[in-house]
Nanobody, 117 residues
Framework: VQLVESGGGLVQPGGSLRLSCAAS????????MSWVRQAPGKGLEWVSD????????SYVDSVKCRFTISRDNAKNTLYLQIDSLKPEDTALYYC???????????WGQGTQVTVSS
């Protein structure tokens, strides 16, 4: 299993970014996929999930209406569109696979998002 994130960067408040996660080594459509973030000095925070067929999504309340998770199963790629960025969105964003018992069983290396003027 390999998960490789990209798309992070430095952006001003109110800006947008699209994060990507390229998946390989497993049957992508068979798994829920997630985004998890870690802000400086804080613990891991689950951000969003998407079902294997893309038909069901969920979000932490703090990002609803600003973040959109999606997937392209033909490209084995997970996305996170982030709009109306706030300084408190600054974090290392990880792509993760949901395994059995709903636990995260595989992680990418993370992509840094920094929101600052």
């Amino acid at each position: 299993v390999q998960l490789v994130e990209s798309g992070g960067g430095l952006v001003q408040p109110g800006g947008s970014l699209r994060l990507s996660c390229a998946a390989s080594g497993f049957t992508f459509t068979s798994y829920y996929m997630s985004w998890v973030r870690q802000a400086p000095g804080k613990g891991l925070e689950w951000v969003s999930d998407i079902k294997g067929d893309g038909g069901t999504t969920s979000y932490v309340d703090s990002v609803k209406c600003r973040f959109t998770i999606s997937r392209d199963n033909a490209k084995n790629t997970l996305y996170l569109q982030i709009d109306s960025l706030k300084p408190e969105d600054t974090a290392l964003y990880y792509c993760a696979r949901r395994g059995s018992m709903w636990a995260f069983d595989s992680w990418g290396q993370g992509t840094q998002v920094t929101v600052s003027s």
